[in-house]
């Protein structure tokens, strides 16, 4: 069975619930991953850096940009274009702004921290990257879902190395999840 067929069967809690506790192993999986790959444990904190500037420039600003480009695509480009089976509106489509939130930032957290703070600083920037594109494989067989996933990837990535700062791709990631899972509950 498809992934699109299971999730048509499972309610917006359901696919909530399913979707936070796939994101809870990729963050266990990235404290576990980084007891073995790093020299120290402490070696990962170094990527937590508060620098507003940054983190306002890089992450929340440029992410806005995106979002803005991704939701002018959407007005102009037929609906079968960004047809995921279905998946982005049953995650966000019934959910309070609360819970959009919530979804928006443990993805945020879990997946930054698995693919950036852990198999970037590891594994090197290209290799993260296409990792995080192949994980996101319901977009695999979409063209404009799969060109808008790699250049997302590539450009956290970019952003990672030029910042080094976990924060920065965090919040990116947050705010683009966030503002698009509000277009995706809000639009007609």
Known sequence: MKQSEIIKTMSSEEV???LLLSQSFFFLFSIVLSYFLFDHITDWFFYFKLDGKEILYFGVFSAIIIVLLEVILYLFLPDRYFDDGGINEKVFKNQTIGNIFLIA??????????????IQTTFG????STLFVLVH???LK???LLVLVIF???YIGYIFELTKNLFV???????VD????LFMKYKK
Do not use: D, M, T
């Open 137 to 139: 494989f319901r977009y």
């Open 142 to 144: 979409k063209p404009i």
């Open 169 to 175: 791709v965090i919040a990116f990631h947050f705010v």
């Open 105 to 118: 930032i443990v993805v945020a957290i879990a997946e930054e921290f698995l693919f950036r703070g852990v």
């Open 152 to 154: 997302i990837s590539f």
């Open 16 to 18: 909530k619930n399913q």
């Open 125 to 128: 920037y290209v290799f993260a």
């Open 178 to 181: 966030f503002l698009l899972g």
